[in-house]
């Protein structure tokens, strides 16, 4: 199986790579291209150029370059040879590349080779558990747990929160700093609109909401609004302001006519790293997902009486093996699913960057 990526920045270091290497057991080589020259990674042969790179016998390609210009690659990888074609988050930018994208889909045979990613899209420990039982990866934290009440029927669902509160550092001038989702290490980007948090994890929390909601019997209406949303230094981002990304923000409206509110912040400090959702129910319990160091942790709360699941192992291991790569990829198993899950990323980055555009003005 030959892998390409365009784009050989920290996600591919970080994040791809270890993952693949836990997935296969033979030693880990793909093809890649950056438009910057001296950027190379261990295991990644460099093409000379993107031409050559698409031009090769490629089975699947990863488009991780910034944001902005996810649409620019896309366009030219849908013009080559290669049959699948995955999209990191968010699959577009702006408004603008919504349509051209939706352009570009339309044209005979394109759809079905496009996978928008979002890699918590695969976290779906919440799911199974309303449904009766986690699946045979999730580990039990003590046997004979006993047997497990499922959610019935969706109205037993009365309120979802979502949540992604990353630590943060702080600088010599004591001002906070994110810190590298899989290192830890400083992040030295300077984050600038429209890559603040409402679009760079809002889309991981919204992905894992109505992904959960859409297998557990709800529909795919959503109306989001913008409670609060601060800059990195906690002051509100103000109208007209096209610069400032977002640091924290906090969404509420419904999904699927559920009420729902939505916390992101990419600088909660020491104490965070929450990462997942908790769905509430009518008779008073709670199931909930979340991060918790190197392992997800499932838990059903029923008063004082806490079940608790754990699943060790990396959110892009699960994810790359579970719907990406290999036999069990959606490629594979539900080819139907590719575009149907494209669709739902891309409406779900549409909703989103509207939000901006209300919080900040039309632009």
């Known amino acids: 199986m030959q892998t390409g990526f365009v784009g050989l920045g920290a996600v591919v270091e970080t994040a791809y790579l270890p993952a693949m290497r ?9 093809l890649g291209f950056d438009v910057e020259p001296g950027r190379k990674l261990s295991g990644v042969t460099r093409c000379s150029s993107l031409e050559e790179l698409l031009s090769a016998p490629v089975e699947t390609l990863f488009v991780t370059t ?3 210009h996810h649409l620019d690659v896309l366009e030219l990888a849908l013009a080559s040879a290669i049959p699948r074609i995955v999209v990191e988050k968010p699959i577009v930018a702006t408004l603008a590349q919504i349509e051209k994208l939706k352009t570009l889909l339309a044209e005979p045979g394109a759809a079905s080779r496009v996978l928008a990613l979002d890699h918590w899209m695969a976290r779906n420990g919440a799911m199974q558990l309303a449904l009766g039982t986690p699946g045979p990866e999730w580990q039990a934290e003590r046997a004979n747990q006993g047997a497990v009440k499922g959610v019935n029927a969706f109205d037993e669902i009365v309120r979802i929160e979502g949540f992604l509160q990353e630590p943060s550092g702080f600088n010599t001038a004591g001002e906070p700093i ?8 400083p992040d030295t980007r300077q984050l600038r609109h429209p890559d603040g948090v ?17 297998y557990l019997g709800g529909n795919s209406d959503i109306s989001l609004r913008v409670l609060t949303a601060k800059d990195r230094l906690g002051q509100p981002v103000a109208t007209g302001d096209l610069q400032t990304a ?20 990419k600088y909660a400090g020491p104490a965070g790293g929450q990462k997942g959702l908790r769905l509430h129910l009518r008779d008073g319990r ?8 190197a392992q997800d942790i499932l838990e059903l709360t029923d008063g004082d009486r806490v079940l608790r699941w754990s699943l ?20 594979e198993r539900a080819p139907e699913e590719v575009s149907l899950t494209t669709l739902r990323r891309l409406e779900e980055v549409e909703i989103l960057l509207q939000l901006q555009q209300q919080l900040r003005g039309p632009h």
């Open 22 to 30: 836990n997935i296969f057991s033979q030693p880990v080589n793909c």
């Open 66 to 68: 910034s944001s902005l």
């Open 178 to 185: 994110a810190l590298n989702f899989a290192t830890g290490e």
């Open 198 to 214: 409402i679009i760079d994890i809002g889309t991981h929390v919204l992905a894992m909401i109505r992904e959960t909601v859409r």
């Open 246 to 265: 977002e640091g924290e923000a906090h969404l509420q409206g419904h999904i699927s006519g559920i009420p729902t509110d939505i916390w992101l912040n």
């Open 286 to 293: 709670v199931i909930s997902q979340d991060r918790r160091g």
């Open 312 to 331: 060790p192992g990396m959110i892009y291991e699960h994810c790359l093996a579970g719907h990406i790569l290999g036999e069990k990829s959606l490629y």
